[in-house]
């Protein structure tokens, strides 16, 4: 009977990831399709995914006061969430690298990231924004920074990057990140 549970357990994990990696790669597919749209178009698909992961969130929650073995492995999810709702993170493929708590990965993209604003292939804005976003899902995770990486963030650190750090300081604070989901939720719609 108990392995039943871990295997249900395991299930009801994969299906949440799942879930997740829809989103994102729904709120990655918009951003790529931003320019095919009209303003008015756009506007509603995001609205509308941010609705789902709204949705998502509150499920979650049910999800984690229901089954106290679940939270560890759901609060990377509900962090990622929470970031995306409150537009912390602008790019998709870092928040779902958070989410699976993949440092390894989000330290390739950095690297790749790097190589194309050398060569051109992405603006230093861009590149800017988004290393500051993989360098705080580092830290999040607890990753060792550079002095480099460190100065970097301390540099270009913005008002959204610092209320996320603050408001997730302590992982242990789900109701805190939860209720400010819900608040991003109910001011994006």
Same mark, same amino acid.
């Given at each position: 009977m108990a392995s039943r549970g871990k295997s249900e357990t395991s299930k009801l994990k994969q299906n949440m990831e799942e879930q997740l990696d829809r989103l994102m790669q729904q709120l990655q597919d918009l951003e790529d399709c931003r320019q095919e749209l009209d303003e008015e178009e756009y506007e509603e698909t995001k609205r509308e995914t941010l609705e789902q992961l709204g949705e998502f969130n509150d499920s979650l929650k049910k999800i984690m006061t229901g089954d106290m073995t679940l939270v560890d492995e759901l609060s990377g999810m509900q962090l990622a969430i929470q970031a995306a709702i409150s537009q912390a993170f602008k790019t998709p493929e870092v928040i779902r690298l958070f989410a699976k708590k993949q440092p390894g990965q989000l330290r390739t993209r950095l690297a790749e990231m790097d190589r194309e604003v050398m060569v051109g292939k992405l603006s230093r804005g861009v590149h800017t924004q988004q290393k500051m976003e993989i360098l705080m899902a580092l830290k999040k995770l607890e990753e060792k920074l550079t002095p480099e990486e460190e100065a970097f963030l301390v540099e270009n650190a913005t008002a959204t990057l610092s209320q996320f750090e603050k408001v997730t300081a302590n %992982? &242990? !604070?789900?109701? =805190?990140? %939860? /209720? %400010? /989901? !819900?608040? &991003?939720? =109910?001011n994006k719609v």
């Open positions: %992982l &242990g !604070s789900e109701d =805190k990140i %939860l /209720a %400010l /989901a !819900s608040s &991003g939720v =109910k």
